[in-house]
Nanobody, 115 residues
Framework: QVQLVESGGGLVQPGGSLRLSCAAS????????MSWYRQAPGKERELVAY????????NYADSVKGRFTISRDNAKNTVYLQMNSLKPEDTAVYYC????????WGQGTQVTVSS
């Protein structure tokens, strides 16, 4: 069955960096575009970044452009989110998502940006 397992979250000070990973299994990873979403308390889940199936195309939310980078390693069945210059407003649970006719979600990883 499809599984997506996020890791790499934690507590970081403003201006710091984190790299999130999402390990995928149960499907042919290289056939699917992937996305990172986040959900802050009391807010709707929002798209953060998108990467096409072979990584040739990426898109970002305006709020993270220039600070976050999405990438993937199809040999390792893993998608990454490098987050730099983190701000308190980046605090949220971050989820990876397999795109396609049927979407699958990971369980999420908490990112807290606070001094």
């Amino acid at each position: 069955q499809v599984q997506l397992v996020e890791s790499g979250g934690g507590l970081v000070q403003p201006g710091g960096s984190l790299r999130l990973s999402c390990a995928a299994s149960g499907f042919t990873f290289s056939n699917y575009a992937m996305s990172w979403y986040r959900q802050a308390p009391g807010k709707e889940r929002e798209l953060v970044a998108y990467i096409s199936s072979i990584g040739g195309r990426t898109n970002y939310a305006d709020s993270v452009k220039g600070r976050f980078t999405i990438s993937r390693d199809n040999a390792k069945n893993t998608v990454y989110l490098q987050m730099n210059s983190l701000k308190p407003e980046d605090t949220a649970v971050y989820y990876c998502r397999r795109n396609g006719n049927i979407a699958y979600w990971g369980q999420g990883t908490q990112v807290t940006v606070s001094s």
